[in-house]
């Protein structure tokens, strides 16, 4: 049933979007625990109200028993130098030695009259006994990394409402042995659990294999129903367009899961409001039965549209789904969060990969590999929100969860729904692991270990129960069986066939990462890379996979972030075909090769990390430059690997551990615009790609060279135009370049103006000398540059670099947002626009954005390039 009603609706453009009920609240204060092997009392005794705990270690939930001993300084911070080898190895010390009992005392009175009390677990690795107030909750040991656990615990609750929780936590049944394979042994993956923690070529194994409560603990309370698990299905039939004034209408389609807990029959409603519209269902439910309402389906007039990064507004609506009894009374309501969207996917049959589409347009994906947050699952919403926002700021539209880490948190996909950012979520396999390969490393051969994990039943299980949790988001975008490898025949079955179709049922579901059905393999070998620094050429000349999961360079950060964790006797630049430092070695750096060079000899590690930066930004330009040339030609998306790090790891990442930028994003910025002019150094071709939904007329396109001391030469000036969603080539420029760049290199400055003069992209690059070196960067004269900045806004400042017309070219400027009290970089900080050069009688404006909590912060921007001195000014 559909009805007017007279509350008011508005639509929120707000970034929380877990569910929560009539009144929920989390326990995640206030815990203390001990190892088991120093209390042999029963769970029964611990979770007695009147049981002490007081000389127990006070513990971190959510959160795992490393990060409680690390807290509690029993162990040293794993991140720094060659820390973790200082932390015992559960293979080593026994499961035991990581097995912990947590307690906790909570007040919540014994209910009254049909009220009921809940207690929801969102994740616990890996296996559990539950107790509270001298009961035990699970009457079997309760196992799983990816399965939420719910007790009605209403009877149990203290008559003066003082209640005890006890949770004794054990490590996965399996640890595996980290023997420096990827996933160690491999034996990790016989439990449903993440396997990175065995170590992999990226990181190093975690200590407890992350064993602990490692996500929220809620305590609901509804009444006698409990809703549960709404979904929020929207269909968006035909093209359309992201600034239309007027929309045609929506399919909104709506159910929910309702229980029962009482022993009596309740008659009453099941609805939500939707656009000052209430849309509801009638509804008998049995006593002690949990029962999944579908709602009518609803047509939404004028739907504000969700759109991916670059293409359009991410809107968001929210709504509340209430049960109301026959007597008028609310019994629960639930809050959701959803976009308006609709995913399909068709075979491009010239490229041969999978093509997406939102709303009825096509879409080129511009992704990024994600591992986890952080490597011992300490996550906060503000953290998520960054680093997403970062992916953002790459002007990516897609994140890959790999299959080695999680199905992501809720709060993850908050920021990706927030910022417009596709995620391609895997589950939890790997080729290395699961037995694609042949390994010495391993310790059972591929065919044993194509059949994990051991419990078929369990991954099934949490696959079922996972989906239920993030299906609402409008950012996730594809289901995949796994990283590399299918699952086992009968689990990845029972997902494509049974799972998916009765849970979700509108994504597309990819056997693995780089399957057939989502990038035909025409080269053979495994299907994704390469890895590592490449020649610049190599992105644009060099055909490769058509949807490449995985391909990826280098990532070194800049002095200031090496200095974060390692000592100073390690603080050494890498020297070419010579040994690495044992902490480069240990935080998995992989070389530049001779790239550094080419910009002359290294002089210590400052000089390294800034030639580093230097190659940071023109490989992941050139990355996806190169891809964008061939759009829809070769390539229907790509994915990087990857550009992030879950720890403080010397390769694939956009920023560092402690959220510090470095070029390599900034690269990317630039070479993923929505609307871009570039230079393919293949064919000394100009081109423009534009991956928006508009023709896009009358752009003055602007072609300028400079030499190494400044002096400028117009080599054209021509208006052009570019139709949606294409690519093409306009003007050879190879007599002109070849001349330039010959003896000393040269600078290519393109622009795209519009009617107002105004640039719409921007492009600037440094051109090698015929020898493929860069002797001229090597003579620069300095330039004395004028910086201002003013505050615009709470943690907001505007900075303005200004470079006068007597002076060489300002190149390769960083940007940073310094603690005046500290000196140190205030993190995170979000710039518009970074590593930028200026020419000439030229000025830029940047705005840098950062968290305003910390108010006794005066921070002051800091300007400092490759042939600039630094420049602080206050704002």
Not at 787 to 813: C, L, Q
């Amino acid at each position: 049933m559909v009805y007017k009603n007279f509350i008011t609706y508005s639509l929120l453009l707000i970034n929380i979007f877990y569910l929560h009920a009539q009144e929920q609240y989390e326990l995640n204060s206030g815990w203390k625990c001990i190892n088991i092997e120093k209390i042999k009392v029963s769970g029964e005794k611990i979770s007695a109200p009147n049981f002490s705990t007081k000389d127990w270690m006070n513990a971190t939930v959510p959160g795992t028993v490393l990060t409680t001993l690390i807290n509690n300084k029993i162990f040293p911070d794993p991140f720094y130098g060659m820390n973790n080898e200082l932390i015992p190895d559960i293979y080593k010390t026994g499961k035991d030695f990581y097995t912990y009992w947590f307690a906790k005392d909570f007040k919540e009175n014994f209910p009254k009259d049909d009220q009921q009390v809940w207690l929801h677990f969102r994740g616990i690795n890996y296996s559990c006994e539950v107790y509270l107030n001298g009961h035990k909750l699970n009457d079997k040991i309760f196992k799983g990394m990816f399965l939420r656990q719910d007790y009605n615990i209403t009877s149990l609750l203290a008559k003066d409402g003082n209640n005890k929780l006890a949770v004794v936590v054990f490590p996965p049944d399996v640890v595996g042995n980290p023997n420096g394979g990827q996933g160690g042994d491999g034996e990790i993956a016989r439990n449903v659990t993440h396997q990175y923690v065995a170590g992999w070529d990226w990181i190093q194994p975690i200590r407890d294999r992350n064993t602990g409560i490692w996500d929220k603990v809620t305590i609901e309370k509804t009444g006698a129903i409990n809703i549960s698990n709404a979904h929020v299905i929207t269909m968006v039939p035909g093209a359309r367009l992201p600034d239309a004034k007027m929309q045609q209408p929506a399919i909104i389609k709506a159910s929910a899961e309702l229980e029962n807990s009482s022993s009596k029959n309740i008659n009453g409603l099941l609805k939500f409001t939707l656009n000052g519209d209430v849309i509801s269902i009638a509804v008998n439910l049995q006593a002690h039965t949990k029962t999944e309402i579908k709602l009518p389906d609803y047509n939404l007039q004028n739907p504000k549209l969700w759109w991916p990064n670059g293409y359009g507004e991410q809107n968001l609506y929210h709504t509340t789904f209430v049960f109301e009894t026959d007597s008028k009374n609310i019994s629960d309501k639930e809050n959701i969060d959803f976009g308006v969207r609709e995913l399909t996917t068709t075979w491009n049959t010239t490229t041969r990969s999978r093509q997406a589409f939102i709303n009825g347009q096509p879409i080129f994906i511009k992704g990024g590999n994600w591992i986890i947050s952080d490597e011992l699952l300490r996550f906060t919403d503000e953290r998520y929100d960054a680093e997403v926002r970062f992916h953002r700021d790459m002007n990516l539209n897609l994140i890959r969860v790999w299959g080695g880490a999680l199905l992501e948190r809720p709060e993850f996909y908050n920021a990706c729904d927030k910022y417009g950012l596709l995620v391609f979520q895997d589950f939890w396999n790997s080729g290395d692991c699961n037995g694609r390969w042949l390994d010495p490393q391993k310790k059972e051969d591929q065919w044993t270990r194509r059949n994990y994990p051991d419990d078929h039943e369990l991954f099934l299980n949490s696959v079922a129960d996972q989906v239920k949790m993030i299906r609402n988001h409008p950012s996730l975008a594809f289901w995949c069986g796994g990283n590399e490898i299918t699952p086992p025949a009968d689990i990845l079955s029972a997902m494509k066939d049974s799972i998916m179709p009765a849970l979700d049922g509108t994504r597309y579901f990819f056997d693995y990462s780089n399957s057939d059905s989502m990038s035909y393999n025409f080269l053979g070998g495994n299907g994704d890379g390469p890895y590592g620094v490449q020649p610049l050429k190599t992105f644009w000349a060099d055909k490769t996979f058509p949807f490449n999961s995985e391909i990826g360079s280098v990532g070194v950060g800049d002095y200031e972030s090496l200095e974060r964790f390692m000592p100073k006797e390690n603080l050494n630049a890498p020297i070419y075909h010579s040994k690495e430092d044992s902490v480069w070695r240990y935080h998995k750096y992989i070389g530049y090769d001779s790239t550094v060079y080419k910009y002359g000899s290294i002089k210590d590690l400052k000089d390294f990390t800034l030639k580093a930066q230097l190659v940071n930004y023109d490989q992941y330009r050139a990355l996806m430059e190169g891809f964008s040339s061939h759009m829809w030609e070769w390539y229907t998306g790509t994915i990087i690997w990857k550009t992030q790090n879950p720890w403080t790891a010397l390769r694939g990442q956009m920023y560092d551990y402690y959220l510090d930028v470095n070029a390599c994003l900034y690269g990317l910025h630039n070479g993923s615009e929505p609307l871009h002019v570039m230079f393919d150094p293949i064919e000394n071709m100009i081109m423009i790609v534009n991956n928006t939904f508009s023709f896009h007329r009358d752009m003055m396109l602007e072609v300028k060279a400079y030499n190494k001391e400044g002096k400028e030469k117009i080599l054209t000036q021509v208006y052009e135009e570019i139709g949606p969603s294409t690519v093409r080539k306009y003007i050879d420029m190879t007599r002109e370049i070849n001349k330039l760049r010959k003896e000393e290199g040269a600078f290519l400055l393109l622009r795209l103006l519009d009617n107002n003069k105004q640039p719409v992209s921007e492009n600037f690059y440094w051109l090698p000398d015929s020898t493929g070196n860069y002797s001229g960067l090597q003579q620069m004269k300095k330039a004395s540059i004028n910086v201002s900045a003013k505050k615009i806004g709470d943690g907001k400042i505007s900075v303005t670099i200004n470079n006068p017309k007597e002076n060489t070219v300002a190149f390769f400027n960083r940007i940073s947002l310094i603690n005046l009290q500290t000196n140190q970089r205030i993190l995170p900080a979000f710039f518009s626009d970074n590593y930028i050069s200026i020419v000439p009688g030229a000025s830029k404006t940047i705005v840098v954005d950062y968290n305003i909590s910390a108010k006794e912060i005066k921070p002051i921007i800091s300007v400092k390039g490759w042939n600039v001195d630094e420049v602080r000014v206050s704002p």
